[in-house]
């Protein structure tokens, strides 16, 4: 059974940082793709980011490049998101996801990965 545990949100200044943590355990996650999302109420889960288990190739959505940067931690099953100059339409649940993966495109949308975390809430203040 995966399990995906997300933490490290709060409130925070708009152009302050948060860095988030997602523990995974259940199995061996080396063909794994790790992804985060994010939902702010009334719109629809977006992505943000996704990083490759096996070789860490990282994919990010325009609106958080240059800002945001997805990682891992082999030794602790834990990926993380450095979130830097942070902005009020960075609020927000973020959620840790993970699917299997072979080779061709990182999944980047939200119904192509099968587990997920219960969420993190971020909130940036003007």
């Known amino acids: 059974q995966v399990q995906l545990v997300e933490s490290g949100g709060g409130l925070v200044q708009a152009g302050g940082s948060l860095r988030l943590s997602c523990a995974a355990s259940?199995?061996?996650?080396?063909?794994?793709?790790m992804g985060w999302f994010r939902q702010a109420p009334g719109k629809e889960r977006e992505f943000v980011a996704a990083?490759?288990?096996?070789?860490?190739?990282?994919y990010y959505a325009d609106s958080v490049k240059g800002r945001f940067t997805i990682s891992r931690d082999n030794a602790k099953n834990t990926v993380y998101l450095q979130m830097n100059s942070l902005k009020p339409e960075d609020t927000a649940v973020y959620f840790c996801?993970?699917?299997?993966?072979?080779?061709?495109?990182?999944?980047?949308?939200?119904?192509?990965?099968?587990?997920w975390g219960q969420g993190t809430q971020v909130t940036v203040s003007s």
């Open positions: 996801a993970a699917r299997s993966y072979g080779l061709g495109n990182v999944p980047v949308t939200s119904r192509e990965y099968r587990y």
């Open positions: 259940g199995r061996t996650f080396s063909s794994y793709a």
């Open positions: 990083i490759t288990w096996r070789d860490g190739r990282t």
